[in-house]
């Protein structure tokens, strides 16, 4: 199983990125995705997580601003952020529960991909 993310860069405030994460390998399915970031000297926090339902929840800090989707046939979650600020500039990780039919991978994540927003 592996979760690929991409789609990071560096944009000015107020500009627009959008997140995608491919989840690839052996998958019957997949329960929640999300997103998290971590910003230099600071913990890893949750910016925004989906159900397979599509049931969603976001930090206070993003909601407005950013909103998550996922296309199970792909078994990809995307994160639209939108009026980003400089302090949104993090590095931004992907997470998933993955049923592989053989082994449930709770809390699996992808490696990171760097957002970087000047002001």
């Known amino acids: 199983v592996q979760l690929q993310a991409s789609g990071g860069g560096l944009v000015q405030a107020g500009g627009s990125l959008r997140l995608s994460c491919a989840a690839s390998?052996?998958?019957?399915?997949?329960?929640?995705m999300g997103w998290y970031r971590q910003a230099p000297g600071k913990q890893r926090e949750l910016v925004a997580i989906i159900t397979s339902g599509g049931s969603s929840n976001y930090a206070d800090s993003v909601k407005g601003r950013f909103t998550i989707s996922r296309d199970n046939a792909k078994n990809t979650v995307y994160l639209q952020m939108n009026s980003l600020k400089p302090d949104d500039t993090a590095v931004y990780y992907c997470?998933?529960?993955?049923?592989?039919?053989?082994?449930?991978?709770?809390?699996?994540w992808g490696q990171g991909t760097q957002v970087t927003v000047s002001s």
């Open positions: 390998g052996s998958i019957v399915s997949i329960n929640s």
């Open positions: 997470n998933a529960d993955i049923n592989s039919g053989i082994v449930y991978h709770r809390g699996y």
